[in-house]
């Protein structure tokens, strides 16, 4: 298991909180979980960087990136996201997104990205299997 935080006082997020990136194997070999918390944005998206470029390195071949705790989320954690897309797709892998909160899945909408990536309510849903596309 992998874990990081970032505080980020005085970096322009209102309520100045923290961001928590946690990276561990899923039940079956081939599966990382990547769980989010707090506020995504320019100043706290590196651990998440990090996460899923080794998740990608590791082999993965479904990396969940479970969104249940993500607050917030800014054009530069939704970059990482793409780019982590980009690079599993070279290696016949996905990114998968679970348990957006409303506003997150807002944000997806808005600029079109949640078209490209799987997305489940849960990661009980998630787990039982990737949709057919």
């Keep these: 298991m992998v874990s990081a ?6 970096s322009g997020s209102s309520g100045g909180g923290r961001f928590t990136v946690t990276a561990r194997p ?3 070999p081939g ?3 990547v769980e989010l918390a ?23 071949r479904r990396i ?3 969104c249940a705790e993500l607050l917030f989320c800014d054009s530069t954690g939704l970059n990482v996201l793409l ?3 980009l690079a599993a797709q070279d290696t016949e892998a996905r990114v998968e997104l679970v348990a957006l909160r ?7 909408v808005i600029t079109g ?21």
């Design 102 to 108: 409303p506003q997150v899945a807002r944000m997806l």
């Design 64 to 66: 969940l990136v479970d």
């Design 83 to 85: 780019r982590a897309r």
């Design 31 to 33: 599966i990382v979980v």
């Design 38 to 60: 707090g506020e995504l944005d320019h100043d706290t998206a590196e651990p998440l960087r990090t996460a899923l470029d080794d998740a990608v390195a590791s082999g993965a």
């Design 5 to 10: 935080q970032d505080g980020w006082p005085g």
């Design 113 to 133: 990205a949640g078209a490209v990536f799987p997305r489940y309510a849960s990661l009980g849903e998630a787990l039982a299997g990737p949709r057919q596309e």
């Design 26 to 28: 899923g039940p079956e």
